[in-house]
């Protein structure tokens, strides 16, 4: 089973920059597509980013298209997030969640990715 933690948030000024760190304990994630996500307080969980398995395609929200970049290496079991230009409402928690290679929806979905993380708070102030 796939155990994902989350590493590098904290607190950043805006225009400044963080990178996250998603790590598997468990199984190597060579084999899973892994999406990030985040929620803010009272809102829903929304999708950020995501790379598939193989292919190594990316896709990202239109939010944080041209600031944020995803990649994995798959030497090292971990997905990055890398957040440029921050702004404060990319203000949330931000969590990591793996589908396996075989799964067949929809990469932007919550539904579709069944092992998650606990997340890691992101704070940008103004």
């Known amino acids: 089973q796939v155990q994902l933690v989350e590493s590098g948030g904290g607190l950043v000024q805006a225009g400044g920059s963080l990178r996250l760190s998603c790590t598997s304990s468990g199984r190597t994630i060579s084999r899973y597509h892994i999406g990030w996500f985040r929620q803010a307080p009272g809102k829903e969980r929304e999708f950020v980013a995501a790379v598939y398995w193989s292919s190594g395609s990316t896709y990202y929200a239109d939010s944080v298209k041209g600031r944020f970049t995803i990649s994995r290496d798959n030497a090292k079991n971990t997905v990055f997030l890398q957040m440029n230009n921050l702004k404060p409402e990319d203000t949330a928690v931000y969590l990591c969640?793996?589908?396996?290679?075989?799964?067949?929806?929809?990469?932007?979905?919550?539904?579709?990715?069944?092992?998650w993380g606990q997340g890691t708070q992101v704070t940008v102030s103004s």
């Open positions: 969640a793996a589908a396996p290679y075989y799964t067949n929806s929809n990469y932007y979905s919550t539904s579709a990715y069944p092992y």
